[in-house]
């Protein structure tokens, strides 16, 4: 067994695994637009707006990370009182399985970060924050939260981001109570200070952050080793993994011993939030029992995912036991994916200007009709994606008697069509939960079908998408044919 089909096995140990997130939350808003013209006000551009969209940032962002592995998360955090707060905390109850304890600071502005885009490039980040640090009351009352929530976690993270919630105090009152629990601390630094961090048990600086620490530039590996080996050993940490963009990531202990890992991404599209990727993937690891290096490994390859996506991304335990079993996988398994997927990728291809297409059915036994509506689909757009009924959700359609072939089956052979580029198996009824999810420019329909009858054009109408119907080819059907055959 070669090691990545070791690492790949051990994604699934991730789920249930107990973390308590403490750091900087914040609101990240995107708004994507066209620009065509230069203000006659000022030599400045004027972005047309067509979407805006909000996430959780900083901290929060490890914390979608983690619930994204299937992690269990106790998240605590300081926002002011403010409708950025406000929606950071509805932000946070909508991720599954996380608890949040938020401290309310009335003086504290809460953290937004406004990026402007066009063409895949940003033009503008508009901040709006407090960076003070928090009054000695609340401080206390952050590290009640947190002494109440540490004995349910196997791994703390810690993810600074020097807004003034992570004190030395605060630092220091939650590395004790970890250490008094028995539990690991991982922590994100910010600033040239590592010695804030002392008795913690991995640091995960960039090289920038390590270089800063160290008072100077670093060039290559020797010196880049001999710089965390001097803080780690003057600030008492127990190690230090060091990402290293494109040269990947190096693990150095405090014993002395260092391994590098060379870098997994194949594309870069944006690097924010990379770091959060990997402080929380190492997290879920730890938390699940694996060695350091190991953890590592699989905080490397889900690094070389996420730079790949649009965004403050996260990564999902399947398409990290997926990118470390790809040389296991066909192109045609590569193209079957769940929706929180198929988003991530639909992201990407239209940062590349490409048109996005949908389509469902059972596709229950293929056959010529199908084909040409698959054919005809992908004609009108740049890539297709295919909803495909689940088993249960034929069998509610179509009787007790169907699908003919299980819904992976369907998959596989619907992905093995080059007209199709993704496949994406719903439970529901209906694709309109799909449909909302990926938000097609052309949403295609076959048979006797009106605009007005199909499920979710209203909707892709509403944003300015269209909506197609096709003329199937006559004399093909599945249930005719079941009825050829006796079924």
């Known amino acids: 067994m070669s090691d990545k089909q070791h690492l790949a096995m051990k994604v699934e ?44 940032g900083g901290a929060g962002n490890v914390a979608r990370n983690l619930a994204a592995l299937g992690a269990r998360v106790s998240f605590a955090s300081v926002v002011g009182r ?54 000695p009351a609340l401080e206390q009352e952050l590290v009640g939260r947190i002494g109440a929530l540490v004995a349910g976690a196997a791994v703390m993270v810690l993810s600074d981001y020097g807004k003034g919630v992570l004190t030395p105090s605060v ?12 539990i690991p601390v991982i ?21 920038k952050e390590l270089a800063e620490a160290a008072g100077g530039a670093l060039e290559g590996s020797e010196a880049i080793v001999e710089a965390a080996r001097r803080i780690v050993a003057s600030a008492g940490i127990g190690a230090m993994i060091v990402t290293r963009s494109q040269e990947g990531m190096s693990v150095i202990r ?22 959060d990727t990997v402080v929380s993937t190492l997290a879920a690891a730890l938390a699940a029992g694996l060695p350091l290096v190991e953890a590592a490994a699989l905080a490397n390859a889900a690094a070389g995912i996420v730079v790949g996506k649009v965004g403050t991304a996260v ?29 991530d990728i639909v992201a990407g291809w239209r940062r590349k200007g490409l048109r996005v297409g949908f389509t469902n059915g059972c596709f229950d036994l293929l056959h010529p009709g199908h084909v040409s509506l698959l054919a005809q689909s992908r004609a009108l757009c740049d890539r297709l994606v295919v ?35 993704l496949v994406v198996i719903f439970e529901e009824d209906t694709p309109e939960k799909l449909i909302e999810g990926l938000r097609p420019d052309v949403l295609i329909k076959g048979g006797d079908y009106t605009v007005e009858t199909i499920v979710g054009a209203s909707f892709v109408q509403s944003y300015g998408g269209r909506v197609e119907v096709i003329d199937l080819v006559p004399g093909f059907s599945t249930t005719k044919t079941v009825e050829r055959m006796g079924g």
């Not at 991730?14 to 637009?33: F, Q």
């Not at 398994?333 to 929706?339: F, G, M, S």
């Open 13 to 56: 140990t991730l789920k249930g695994a107990r973390v308590l997130c403490i750091g900087d939350v914040m609101l990240d808003r995107y708004v994507y637009g066209d620009v065509e013209r230069i203000s006659p006000e000022g030599p400045i551009p004027v972005l047309r707006v067509r979407e805006e969209k909000a996430m959780l």
């Open 82 to 135: 403010d409708e950025a707060g406000e929606e950071i905390g509805r932000m946070l109850a909508a991720v599954p399985d996380l608890e949040a304890s938020l401290v309310v600071d009335p003086a504290r502005r809460s953290t937004v970060k406004a990026r402007y885009v066009s063409m895949g490039q940003q033009i503008l980040r508009a901040d709006r924050e407090t960076g003070t640090p928090l009054a």
């Open 254 to 275: 405090d014993s002395g011993e260092v391994a590098h890992l060379p870098a997994e991404a194949r594309e870069v599209f944006d690097v924010s939030g990379a770091g």
């Open 315 to 343: 990564v999902y335990a399947d398409e990290l036991a997926a990118k470390l079993r790809e040389h296991e996988l066909s192109s045609i398994e590569h193209k079957v994916v769940t929706l929180h997927a198929a988003q």
């Open 187 to 207: 922590v994100d630094p910010k600033g040239r200070d590592f010695g804030l961090y002392r008795g913690a048990s991995v640091v995960t600086p960039n090289r």
């Open 387 to 421: 909803g495909l009924n689940s088993d249960a959700s034929v069998t509610r359609l179509k009787g007790p008697t169907r699908p003919i072939q299980r819904d992976i089956a369907r998959a596989t052979v619907l992905a093995s069509l080059a007209s199709v580029d």
């Open 171 to 182: 630092l220091a009152a939650a590395i004790a109570a970890a250490r008094k629990a028995g």
